[in-house]
């Protein structure tokens, strides 16, 4: 089953990586938990994501080779999950992906059973936290907060209120995952996946058409 996949979805300014650095050090599972880097195309910045920089004609390259197990576009940027990050499931591992609400429904047709998790904050908090990273200047901000619409998810998703204190959202998060665990004594099983999308992570996805590829 894919109840440890686990795809965080959340507006700019929740503090998504906030909150998944710190469900990663608090940690207290048997299973260990893995947080799958992705692949974007934006260059590295100091304290930023950890992630894969790649320019487009790259990124466009990975995905007709079939790297990506996930990939969307969000914000005028191309992101993507490996296979190869998602590998962990297998060995019975949690993975963590830092998600796109748009692509919900293609991570529920390919992983169905997925724990669902959104992270969420009032939009006065995400005015001060996006002012502060100071990427944008406020007409920007406000443009990126009026393109906020309320998300519908499904019925036992996991939804995280990161208004106050980091710790309390992090606890939350970890409670209500471990709760939710079903394999908490048994062995490692191999995800489930759909026909068309195994869980191994050495085939290629199906080549479509991608934004990035141009």
């Known amino acids: 089953m894919n109840e440890r996949l686990i795809y965080v979805m959340g507006p700019s300014g929740a503090g998504k990586d906030s909150v998944l650095a ?23 910045q100091p304290g930023g994501e950890a992630h894969e920089p790649a320019d487009p004609q790259a990124f466009a390259a990975l995905h007709e080779a079939g790297a990506f197990a996930m990939h969307w576009q969000a914000n005028g940027l191309c992101y993507g999950i490996r296979h190869t990050e998602l590998a962990p499931l297998r060995e019975g591992a949690w993975v963590l992906v830092n998600g796109s609400r748009a692509w919900l429904p293609e991570l529920q047709r390919r992983w169905p059973g997925a724990t669902l998790v959104f992270i969420g904050a009032s939009p006065q908090v995400l005015a001060q936290r996006l002012a502060a990273r100071g990427r944008e200047d406020p007409a920007a901000i406000a443009q990126r907060l009026a393109r906020q619409v309320p998300v519908a998810l499904p019925e036992g998703a996991i939804r995280i209120d990161n208004d106050h204190q980091l710790a309390d959202a ?12 079903p394999h908490r004594s048994s062995a490692p099983t ?12 050495d085939r290629p996805d199906a080549v479509r058409p991608f934004p990035c590829a141009s």
């Not at 710190?22 to 590295?44: E, V």
């Not at 191999?190 to 992570?201: G, K, R």
């Open 190 to 201: 191999s995800p489930q996946a759909s026909p068309t999308h195994p869980a191994n992570p």
């Open 22 to 44: 710190g469900l990663q050090a608090a940690w207290s599972a048997a299973a260990p938990l893995h947080w799958a880097r992705r692949t974007i195309t934006r260059s590295a």
């Open 170 to 181: 992090v606890q939350a998060l970890r409670l209500a995952l471990l709760a939710r665990d």
